[in-house]
Each structure stands twice: as C-alpha cells, then as structure tokens.
C-alpha cells in the first residue's frame, strides 16, 4: 500500500534560480561538480545475492567440501555471487541450488531478469552479465515415513 505525499518545491536563490539548501544557504552547484558515488562489488554482490532468494525455484546453493554437500541449503540466505564493478556497470556470476523438478533453464532466466533488474534499481548500476552456476538440484523435503 503506498500513501502520496505533497512535497514542497525546494527554495531558489533570488539571483540564479538555482535550488538552495535553505534560508541563508548557499545555492547548491552543478550535480556533476558536487562529487562522485562509487558503488563497491560487495553491494552488488549482496544485492544479487538477495534477488536470487526472491526467484521461486532457486535458492542459495549448499556448502560443499571436496564435491560433497555440507548441510542443507536454506532459502532464506543470500546465494554466493561474484560481482566485477567497472564505473557503472557491473558482471555478475552466482552459484545456486535449482529446486527439483523445475526447469534449469527458466529459473535460470529469471534470475538474471532479478539480478538486472534490483542491482539497476537500488545501486544505479548497470549488469552487463550475469552468469549462472547451477551447482545442485534441491529435492523436495519428503514425508517421513512412519514405522508400524
């Protein structure tokens, strides 16, 4: 449920029009001028790692030693992704579990329309590529069955 909300225009300095910080502020200068934002890889990676929970289907890959599970994976943690930040775009590559019988190649597509899509959103950057290591298929939880 979103709620609109009336916002006052900015104040403007009677000499240039420009928009001031407030009353006795100086006016603000060209955005290009102010400075820079850098976004680290780490906030994309956790970003990506995030959106993959989001995909119905895939989930954070379990921990593996010498080719053998280690646990369980859950779906509640963010997926292990690896991302490359060059200026404002990014290349993305996650490992994830796809949950059986799902299509390998359909969750695989969605995650990276995901990944785009909230790294774009919430960091301004740009996903050149996103590569996906599927690393396991996740069965199902079974019954247990009872012993009579």
């Known amino acids: 449920m979103s ?5 006052a225009p900015e104040p403007s300095s009677p000499d240039t029009g420009t928009p ?7 006016a ?12 680290a890889d ?8 995030h959106a993959v ?19 369980e994976s859950r779906d509640d943690r963010a997926a292990s992704v690896d991302a490359r930040v060059d200026g404002h775009v990014a290349t993305v590559a ?3 579990a796809v949950g059986w019988p799902a299509s390998v ?5 969605r995650l990276r329309r995901q990944v785009r899509d909230d790294v774009e959103r919430i960091t301004g950057v740009r ?4 590569d996906i290591d599927v690393v396991s298929l996740s069965a199902p939880p079974s019954a247990r069955r009872r012993v009579q």
Not at 3 to 7: E, G, H, P, S
Request: aromatic share 0%.
């Open 42 to 49: 780490r906030v994309v990676e956790r970003v990506a790692g």
């Open 20 to 26: 001031t910080d407030g009353p006795g502020l100086p």
């Open 28 to 39: 603000l200068g060209d955005p290009a001028e102010r400075g820079s934002l850098t976004v």
């Open 53 to 71: 929970t989001l995909v119905e289907g895939a989930s954070a890959a379990p921990r593996r030693v010498l080719g053998v599970s280690v646990g």
């Open 94 to 96: 996650a490992s994830v």
């Open 127 to 130: 996903v050149a590529h996103v």
């Open 3 to 7: 709620t609109a909300v009336d916002v």
């Open 105 to 109: 190649r359909t969750v695989a597509d």
